[in-house]
Structures are given as structure tokens and as C-alpha cells.
């Protein structure tokens, strides 16, 4: 017999985006109850319905209202609806979504423990397809996260992905966890200070009977030495082999479609394509090619505002670069300078995954380069050399010299008076504002030094 349910017992006189408030509610007959608004009650309910009466569906009636999935403005004239949120999906509807985002017609549910703990809740689905296994979690102990091991019996389950909603979350994609020995265990943490209540929802992968390969971006496996551009990582495939990149979170935080679907945070800029908001955690991969073993020297295109920023580079899994520190700039939320951060490396010839990875919070990145040798030169340095002769140390100092200092984009700054490369360094620091690279023209021979300058 097909059982279904309707919305619904939880409260219709609070807003949909109240996470725990308390406030006079109550039915038509006792108007002036005091009662807690709670976003989890939704999932609670789902679950009940589909656990406890063992139903087949569930239907929220009234999608745009003050108190459901969509918000409204309260045409009761009860509450105060803010403006910013009219049209935007409520903390209900993203507690909703952790089932009906990935419970999709067809899917059955499957056995699972229905309360492993105290004011823990578990359901748990097959997909139509029967190729992935779907669980969601309810915690609604408000005062404590939870710690929950999950293990999967009778299916081939090697990942899952894993989503929360709670006081300060949306649906947030918290990554990948792996699953051994037939579990995993993972952490149910609303990520804020007052209300420890979320919903975590786990979608498993298992191994494809047809896994896609990965494809190299545009079709064209890239070489070093070279240029690679960080927005061309590889085109995903199918398995998890064949994955090309790791985002925190689904959502482009960036001004760009130019990887549509991924989730990567790209956005474009006077140089071109940059992928920005770089946590710790991410990753990048790109199918390359070695074109001679040997020794290379690594450069890559970094900004961040933050000082502990930093990635590492690694080659089919083995460490190449070890971690690197990414230069902070100068001035609140200031990504626009980019600097260049270098390393020598090791490389064997032939095909490779090469991996970049977040180790620091808040970093943009736009390109790698390899060049054949150790402490080669940067072909491309930050700001390029425009309407300036660079001869970076071709005649060695010996005397005092007098330099006009000038920045990568050309801008005169002033007079630096120096004898040798590191005292042309430090009166350079006392001159200049910020740290980056300067160019200091001889005024006697015209000769040119580049200079890092640290602040």
C-alpha cells in the first residue's frame, strides 16, 4: 500500500529561516503559545514519515511562503521578513534539500540503525540505478556535535560525499570521506558557536562498471617545460581515479563560467582566468607531459592577503615541492599583486599527474611554469619589463651608485643610492611602501637589477 504525506506538523506562524528562536506561536486556538521555531524540525519529520510510518513520499505543499522552502513576505503581517531574503531558499529548504536534492524518484529506502544515539536520527536509500547508497543523518542534540561511524554492509561503497545544513551552513559540500573496512566515521559539526543541530546527508560512490577516463583540458596533454594555466585542470571522469579536483564547498564563489559545473572558483581578470578563494584541503590536477628528465626550476603566479597562505605540488602522488609559503600583500584583502614563488625540482620524462594542493587558507593562483635547469630565470616575470632594457646584473658594482627606482608596471618612485645588490635591497625597502619586485636603473651606466623587496 503507497503511503504519502503532506506538509505538515511543524510550526507555520515562524519564519522558514529561524533556526531555534523562540517566539509566540502556537494554533488559531491558543495564539499566544511560546514555542521553538526550528528549521530541524523539517528533518525530523521527513524522517519519521519515511522511518517510523514507512512512507513513500512526502510533499511540501506550499513551496514560497514566510515559513517554508522559498521565502515570502508574511502576508499575515506577523513577522518582518527582510527584503534580502524574499526569493532566497530558506534554512528550511536547504534542511529539505539534504533528502530531496539526492533522494531522487525511484530510490528505495534500505535498512539502517533509526536512532544509533540519543537525539540521532538515520534513513538510509538505494538509487533507482542501485549505484549509489544515500544516508542522512539528523542530529538534534543542539548542545553537542557528534562524532558517527557508518558502516556499509552489502554494497560497494569506496566514497561518500558529503553535505550539512545547520545554524551556519547551506548545504555546505564538506568533501570526500573514504570508506575502509567497510566503514567510515565521520564528524556531524555545524561549523558555529550557538546551536550544535544539523543534518548531514552521505551519497556513496562506488566503483563504475564503466568507468570514464579523465581527459586532458582541451583535448591536449600539457608539456614541460612550459606554461600551465590553473584554471585548465584535467575534465573529470567517472571513478575515483579519474577525479581531477576537490572543492570545500559546490558553490562558484568566482565571476566565471569558464568551468561551468565544477564548482571551482574561477574569475577573470586583466591576465585572464585566475582561480581564487583557495582553501586548505583543495586540489587541482593536470595531466603533463616531461618532455626530458632532469633538472627544472618551478614558478607559480600567486596573490593572498593572508600570511599563511601556501600550496604544495606534488607528481603522481610522490612529494615534488613540499610546502610553499605564498607572499602576503600589502593592504586589507588585497589580491590584485601577484607575486612569484619558485622552487627546483626533480622531474622523469614522460606522461604524469601533476597535483596542486591548498595548505593555507585564502590564496588566488593563475599559473605554473617549469624551466629546464636549476635556478633558471623566470620568463615571465610579475609586471613584465615595458618600455624598460632589463640587464639584470650585467655589470657587477663596485663603487657607490646612484639608481632611480621604478615598479614592474614602470611608475617612477625615487633616488636609491648603493654599493653592492644587498644594500641596493634595504635603502630600496625604506623608499618603497609595499613589498613585491622593483627595477633600479644606474643613473652611470644604465644597467638594470631586479629586486625582491619584503615588507
Given at each position: 500500500m503507497?503511503?504519502?504525506?503532506?506538509?505538515?506538523?511543524?510550526?507555520?506562524?515562524?519564519?522558514?529561516?529561524y533556526w531555534r528562536t523562540i517566539t509566540n506561536t502556537g494554533d488559531q486556538a491558543n495564539q499566544n503559545k511560546r514555542d521553538t521555531v526550528n528549521a530541524m524540525d523539517v528533518g525530523y519529520e521527513i524522517h519519521r514519515a519515511m522511518v517510523v510510518g514507512n512512507f513513500s513520499q512526502y510533499t511540501w505543499w506550499?513551496?514560497?511562503?514566510?515559513?517554508?522552502?522559498i521565502m515570502e513576505k508574511d502576508f499575515g503581517n506577523k513577522l518582518q521578513i527582510p527584503s534580502n531574503e524574499i526569493g532566497k531558499v530558506s534554512k528550511r529548504g536547504y534542511v529539505m534539500s539534504q533528502f530531496a536534492r539526492f533522494i531522487r524518484p525511484g530510490a528505495v529506502r534500505v535498512g539502517a540503525t533509526a536512532k544509533p544515539e540519543a537525539n540521532l536520527f538515520a534513513s538510509a536509500y538505494k538509487s533507482a540505478g542501485g549505484d549509489s547508497v544515500i544516508v542522512v543523518l539528523v542530529n538534534r542534540d543542539y548542545g553537542n556535535d557528534k562524532e558517527v561511524t557508518v558502516k556499509v554492509q552489502g554494497a560497494d561503497v569506496q566514497t561518500f560525499h558529503m553535505y550539512t545544513t545547520s545554524e551556519t551552513k547551506n548545504a555546505k559540500?564538506?568533501?570526500?570521506?573514504?570508506?575502509?573496512?567497510?566503514?567510515?566515521?565521520?564528524?556531524?559539526?555545524?561549523?558555529?558557536?550557538?546551536?550544535?543541530?544539523?543534518?548531514?546527508?552521505?551519497v556513496g560512490v562506488g566503483t563504475p562498471a564503466n568507468p570514464i577516463p579523465r581527459e586532458p583540458f582541451g583535448g591536449k596533454v600539457a608539456e614541460i617545460p612550459g606554461k600551465i594555466e590553473a584554471e585548465n585542470f584535467d575534465i573529470p571522469g567517472t571513478g575515483k581515479e579519474n577525479k581531477t579536483y576537490n572543492e570545500n564547498d559546490s558553490d562558484n564563489h568566482?565571476?566565471?563560467?569558464?568551468?561551468?559545473?565544477?564548482?571551482?572558483?574561477?574569475?577573470?581578470?586583466?591576465?585572464?582566468?585566475?582561480?581564487?578563494?583557495?582553501?586548505?584541503?583543495?586540489?587541482?590536477?593536470?595531466?603533463?607531459?616531461?618532455?626530458?628528465?632532469?633538472?627544472?626550476?618551478?614558478?607559480?603566479?600567486?596573490a593572498s592577503a593572508n600570511a599563511t597562505s601556501g600550496f604544495n605540488m606534488t607528481l603522481d602522488g610522490n612529494e615534488l615541492t613540499g610546502d610553499i609559503s605564498v607572499p602576503k600583500n600589502d593592504g586589507e584583502e588585497n589580491y590584485d599583486d601577484y607575486n612569484k614563488v619558485q622552487k627546483n625540482v626533480s622531474l622523469t620524462a614522460g606522461q604524469h599527474i601533476l597535483r596542486f594542493t591548498v595548505v593555507g587558507d585564502w590564496m588566488d593562483v593563475d599559473y605554473f611554469t617549469f624551466v629546464k635547469g636549476k635556478d633558471a630565470t623566470d620568463p615571465e616575470p610579475i609586471g613584465g619589463t615595458t618600455g624598460i632594457t632589463t640587464a639584470v646584473g650585467a655589470v657587477p658594482m663596485t663603487e657607490t651608485e646612484a639608481f632611480r627606482l621604478f615598479d614592474m608596471n614602470g611608475g617612477y618612485i625615487g633616488i636609491v643610492h648603493a654599493n653592492g645588490v644587498g644594500e641596493l635591497r634595504s635603502n630600496a625597502s625604506r623608499l618603497v611602501k609595499r613589498g613585491g619586485v622593483y627595477l633600479a636603473k644606474s643613473l652611470r651606466g644604465g644597467q638594470m637589477h631586479r629586486i625582491s623587496v619584503a615588507k
Open positions: 503507497e503511503r504519502w504525506m503532506t506538509e505538515h506538523y511543524t510550526e507555520s506562524q515562524g519564519s522558514g529561516n506550499y513551496i514560497r511562503r514566510c515559513y517554508g522552502l559540500d564538506e568533501g570526500e570521506v573514504e570508506v575502509k573496512n567497510g566503514e567510515v566515521t565521520i564528524k556531524m559539526q555545524s561549523g558555529g558557536n550557538n546551536f550544535k543541530d544539523c543534518i548531514v546527508t552521505l568566482g565571476d566565471s563560467d569558464y568551468r561551468e559545473g565544477t564548482g571551482v572558483d574561477i574569475y577573470k581578470k586583466a591576465t585572464g582566468y585566475i582561480v581564487g578563494y583557495n582553501q586548505a584541503g583543495e586540489w587541482l590536477e593536470y595531466t603533463v607531459n616531461v618532455k626530458e628528465a632532469g633538472d627544472y626550476t618551478f614558478f607559480a603566479a600567486v
